[in-house]
């Protein structure tokens, strides 16, 4: 895979990272040894961004980042947020931007992790009850200081990372991106593009789905966060299977898995997009991987986005910005 440089601010990496929610729970049990095993897998291959943002496990990624990475720091671009706490109860998350949650929060992933800065920090998400601009300006201290490299925002309307960006450049938008979900197009990235911004394209595969592994919702283990994605309810995951017969068969004629080919649309999208998918399977990430070399025509492009119009997505998420990744 060739290296390029992830926005105009932004360090240099491979075009498709590995994301860690699969490694931590997200898509059923697995344990730190596979998770480690995975991460170093992909370090061998050339995949060098590693996001450690998953769900509400971040500090279990980060120890997993953190131990799989001991000895290779030099070979990584690592990716992790500040910005959530505990919700009142103990019961999931909520968003907290305040500069001395945020400052705790990154030095508490410093020493998870074991490495003296963080590559690229994204403010997890904003904070209604804080102005961006003041968790922005915390995060510009993080970078003065020497902890932090790059910022990153997720979660962000396109006005929000106008007035962050104004505040500090923003290096990365994370934000959920693929062809069964595409809300970004229509503010965001736009914006991310005024300003040189890269975007991070989170659930690339569509949470498994544009896999074509998954056709009943009885394929997902107990625990599995996709049965709170309405888009994996009985009664809407059939009619988005009929989707995916027309990709099915483009990817057979280019002899290609459909995995890789939701990629390879991706990132045929623009330069500044990098897709993060997460798995555990070695054989996957080395497909994944290989989506970088499939080269799409700009018909094949515009085709594949119409066969999944954003109104036929049965339980798809309302228009507006995607919301915080966690």
């Not at 390029?4 to 990496?13: I, Q, V, W």
């Not at 009850?129 to 201290?141: D, K």
């Not at 994370?174 to 736009?190: D, G, Q, T």
């Not at 939701?262 to 497909?287: K, N, Q, Y």
């Amino acid at each position: 895979m060739h290296v390029r440089k992830l926005g105009d601010a932004g360090p240099a990496s491979k075009p498709i990272g590995l994301g860690t929610l699969a490694l931590t729970g997200g898509s059923g049990p697995v344990d730190d040894a596979t998770g480690i095993e995975t991460i170093r897998f992909a370090l061998d291959i050339g995949v060098t961004l590693i996001d450690a943002v998953a769900g509400d496990d971040v500090a279990r990624a980060e120890r997993l980042v953190g131990r799989a990475v001991a000895g290779r720091r030099d070979e990584a671009v690592i990716a992790t947020s500040g910005g959530f706490r505990p919700a009142h109860g103990g019961l999931g998350t909520r968003l907290d931007g305040t500069p001395g949650h945020l400052r705790r929060s990154c030095d508490a992933s410093l020493e998870r992790l074991g490495v003296d800065h963080i590559d690229i920090y994204y403010l997890a998400g904003v904070d209604p009850g804080v102005p961006v601009e003041e968790s922005m300006g915390e995060l510009a201290g993080l970078v003065a200081s020497g902890k932090v490299r790059w910022v990153g925002l997720s979660g962000a309307s396109a006005e929000q990372l106008r007035r962050a960006h104004a505040v500090h450049p923003v290096a990365a938008l994370a934000a959920e991106y693929s062809l069964w979900e595409r809300r970004v197009e229509a503010e965001c990235l736009p914006a991310a593009r005024e300003r040189g911004i890269a975007v991070f394209a989170c659930r690339p595969l569509g949470r498994g789905f544009l896999t074509g592994r998954i056709r009943s919702a009885a394929q997902l283990a107990a625990g599995d966060a996709r049965h709170g994605d309405p888009r994996f309810r009985p009664e809407n995951l059939p009619g988005n299977v009929r989707l995916l017969r027309a990709a099915e068969e483009m990817a057979a004629h280019r002899d290609v898995g459909l995995a890789r080919l939701a990629l390879a649309w991706l990132l045929c999208r623009g330069d500044d997009i990098t897709p993060v998918p997460s798995t555990r399977d070695r054989l996957h990430l080395e497909m994944n991987a290989a989506a970088a070399e499939i080269r799409l025509t700009a018909a094949e492009c515009d085709h594949l986005a119409a066969l999944f119009p954003p109104a036929s997505i049965a339980g798809a998420p309302p228009p507006g910005p995607a919301p915080p990744r966690g």
